[in-house]
């Protein structure tokens, strides 16, 4: 079992920066692929990022390619989400989820453990 908890959402203006956070607590985090993924109201959860169990191979959706930075720290257990350049249209409750491989997946039905999530809005 993995515990997933978000942090670091907020209210940012249009072009500015959040840094999400999600601790890991359970079994070995460093095992565990990770990702990234967002939900708007009224729409399907989304791809964000996601990266491997050894932070080596790394995947963005499209939309945040370029201004999304995923990492991870597996002495800390903290998976973490760099938002630059941030936009109106990423408004959304952001997730972080854990996948029982070690390599990674854009598909949501493909992770094991979800967290709670945390509300990111941008404003224009």
């Known amino acids: 079992q993995v515990q997933l908890v978000e942090s670091g959402g907020g209210l940012v203006q249009a072009g500015g920066s959040l840094r999400l956070s999600c601790a890991a607590s359970g079994r070995t985090f460093s095992t565990y692929a990770m990702g990234w993924f967002r939900q708007a109201p009224g729409k399907e959860r989304e791809f964000v990022a996601a990266?491997?169990?050894?932070?080596?191979?790394?995947y963005y959706a499209d939309s945040v390619k370029g201004r999304f930075t995923i990492s991870r720290d597996n002495v800390k257990n903290t998976l973490y989400l760099q938002m630059n350049s941030l936009k109106p249209e990423d408004t959304a409750v952001y997730y972080c989820?854990?996948?029982?491989?070690?390599?990674?997946?854009?598909?949501?039905?493909?992770?094991?453990?979800w967290g709670r999530g945390t509300q990111v809005t941008v404003s224009s």
């Open positions: 990266i491997s169990w050894s932070d080596d191979n790394t």
């Open positions: 989820a854990a996948r029982g491989l070690r390599w990674s997946s854009v598909r949501p039905d493909e992770y094991d453990y």
